[in-house]
């Protein structure tokens, strides 16, 4: 079974310039997530869907970063103009039932995003 | 605020040797996972914890859930270096099952 699919793998870009990552959740997986990741550090939450539903986006900042599930399968993350804090590895994860203790993320390998 | 502390940040040692590593909060949680993330990779689940003094072995690696469920640990009996790699705990929080992440211990063991 293919695990979660994330493209580019990596991305180089200058500041100002728009980018944008695709996730392919497992299949069957109703819940999927989006974490940006610094060096070294834990992930931190940016958005959660329930099926094609944001049920938490708190931590998105959303004057410069969306996202879409329209189908309720695979996401997009974009961000529109990066900054140069903005480098970073966006890793996308899916899970069964998210929100259930115990439940088990899956993550993608991410994307190691470079703003220049 | 960082609700999940782990420690040490950084542990480097030879291959053989047995370590500890934690990870500590003042919240009370519904369950605690364990995840080793490789270079270039996504964390994968290593062991959920979800009773109170609970405690898991897989294979070298022995898990325990402290007693009042706000904290954990993370032993390794004669390290490899195929155990290197950052090791991230994190938490359901009680209150309202959020999945927290502590910052990630950084795990190197030389050959």
């Known amino acids: 079974e293919a695990g979660v699919v994330q493209s580019p793998r990596y991305k180089i870009i200058e500041k100002k310039q728009p980018v944008a990552f695709w996730c392919n959740p497992i299949?069957?997986?109703?819940?999927l997530y989006w974490y940006l990741q610094n060096l070294g550090q834990g992930p931190e939450l940016l958005i959660r869907?329930?099926?094609?539903?944001?049920?938490?986006d708190s931590q998105l900042p959303k004057d410069r970063f969306s996202a879409e599930r329209l189908k309720g399968v695979d996401s997009t993350l974009k961000i529109q103009p990066a900054e140069l804090g903005d480098s970073a590895v966006y890793l996308c994860?899916?899970?069964?039932?998210?929100?259930?203790?115990?439940?088990?993320?899956?993550f993608g390998p991410g994307t190691r995003l470079t703003v220049l | 605020t960082q609700l999940l502390e782990q420690s040490p940040q950084f542990l480097s040692i030879q291959e053989g040797e047995n370590l500890t590593v934690y990870c500590n909060s003042s919240s009370v949680f519904s369950s605690l996972q364990w995840y080793r993330q490789e270079p270039g990779e996504g964390p994968v689940l290593l062991v959920t914890?979800?009773?109170g003094g609970e405690v898991k072995k897989l294979k070298r690696l022995t898990f325990q859930f402290g007693d009042a469920r706000k904290d954990s640990s993370l032993h390794i009996t004669a390290a490899q270096p195929g155990d290197t790699g950052l090791y991230l705990c994190a938490a359901y929080m009680d209150s309202n099952y959020q999945l927290i992440w502590g910052a990630g211990t950084k795990l190197i063991i030389k050959p």
């Open positions: 869907y329930e099926n094609e539903e944001a049920v938490d």
């Open positions: 299949s069957g997986h109703n819940t």
């Open positions: 994860a899916s899970s069964f039932f998210g929100g259930v203790p115990g439940d088990e993320q899956f």
């Open positions: 914890v979800v009773t």
